[in-house]
């Protein structure tokens, strides 16, 4: 009986993977205008200035607004806050997986 538990927990878990899978695989593509990659010598990694970000560019208020960050090389950056708060949306808008609504995000 324990058998026919483990085995239905697995299919389940099979099928939410493959469900996963499908959406990645089926999404949009990245727009690679969104973030620019600047590559001089340069003290900063990352850059954000006055960043408004959205998942729907239909929804009235931004997700993120007034994002303003300078990550310097060699330092160690904690981003902690409540669930829901926005630590994996910042992340997205960092990598260009969000729509940029205003501002401008660096890479170096």
Not at 68 to 93: C, D, F, R
Not at 100 to 108: A, D, E, K, P, Y
């Amino acid at each position: 009986m324990a058998d026919l538990f483990n085995n239905l927990s697995f299919q389940i878990q099979v099928q939410v993977s493959l469900k996963r899978i499908n959406k990645f695989m089926s999404s949009d593509e990245i727009n690679p205008e969104a973030v620019s990659h600047d590559y001089p010598e340069h003290e900063m990694l990352v850059s954000v200035a006055d960043g408004k970000f959205t998942w729907d560019e239909t929804m009235s208020t931004p997700t993120l607004q007034n994002i303003n960050l300078n990550v310097k090389k060699g330092t160690l950056i904690a981003v902690v806050g409540n669930v829901g708060s926005g630590k994996s949306s910042l992340l997205s808008a960092i990598l260009g997986d969000m729509e940029i609504q205003s501002g401008r995000v660096n890479t170096f």
